[in-house]
């Protein structure tokens, strides 16, 4: 089953504006990693916030943690047409003691030139 | 440094079918894993390996099998292909393993397409 959830499931922005991507998960987390995928390709690690971190940014990224409601959100400011790309969240279930990363479903973000 | 380097990029089989998906990365890394991806169902998570000898079910393993005798490679066999094995797999592989207190991010390969007729 789906450790985490994005939503929306796709975003249409024009460039320069913000995207915001959330993810809801289930399970208590040691971190939670946010990856992009370009078309065609595999995906690439962005990002990854600890469980005692509520927020980090990176470039043009920033991510936010909540873990009392088991959630996070990744905002990309000043989009470009090249973040064109699914995104997505990925967590390993720390109270599960298992080495398996899981991933969402994913957000496909358009960015409109 | 290649990264993580897979083979074929597409292949096609008919049901019935045996193959391999060849995986392999040149970053010494302990953690190996294969996911398939599936439109709308995001990538799920076939099998890892957390070092050379030791392999371990995902979400999905049915149908599959794995083996790591090296560091280096970690190869997916199909012993009867079935259409619901129709998927793009990705092999992905991390310094350490996914328990890790340290920042542990996935490389992926990119990906090799398998259509099962």
């Known amino acids: 089953s789906q450790q985490g959830e994005e939503d929306p499931q796709a975003l249409s922005i024009q460039e320069g504006e913000n995207a915001t991507m959330n993810c809801s998960y289930k399970t208590s987390i040691n971190n939670l990693q946010w990856y992009r995928q370009n078309s065609g390709r595999g995906l690439v690690h962005l990002i990854l916030?600890?469980?005692?971190?509520r927020e980090k940014h990176s470039g043009r990224l920033r991510v936010t943690l909540d873990t009392s409601k088991k959630s996070s959100s990744l905002l990309i400011t000043a989009s470009r047409a090249a973040d064109t790309a699914s995104y997505f969240c990925?967590?390993?279930?720390?109270?599960?003691?298992?080495?398996?990363?899981?991933f969402g479903t994913g957000t496909l973000l358009a960015v409109q030139p | 440094n290649a990264g993580v380097t897979q083979t074929p990029k597409f292949q096609v089989l008919k049901t019935g079918q045996s193959m391999t998906l060849q995986c392999a990365q040149d970053m010494n890394h302990e953690y190996m894993s294969w996911y398939r991806q599936d439109p709308g169902m995001g990538l799920r998570l076939i099998h890892y390996s957390v070092g050379a000898g030791i392999t371990d079910q995902g979400e999905v393993p049915n149908g599959y099998n794995v083996s790591r005798s090296t560091t280096e490679d970690f190869p997916l066999r199909l012993l009867s292909a079935a259409p619901s094995q129709t998927s793009v797999y990705f092999c992905?592989?991390?310094?350490?393993?996914?328990?890790?207190?340290?920042?542990?991010?996935?490389?992926f390969g990119n990906g090799t397409r398998l259509t099962v007729t």
């Open positions: 992905a592989s991390s310094p350490r393993d996914m328990r890790s207190s340290y920042n542990s991010p996935l490389h």
């Open positions: 916030i600890r469980s005692n971190e």
């Open positions: 990925a967590t390993v279930d720390y109270g599960g003691a298992t080495n398996k990363l899981i």
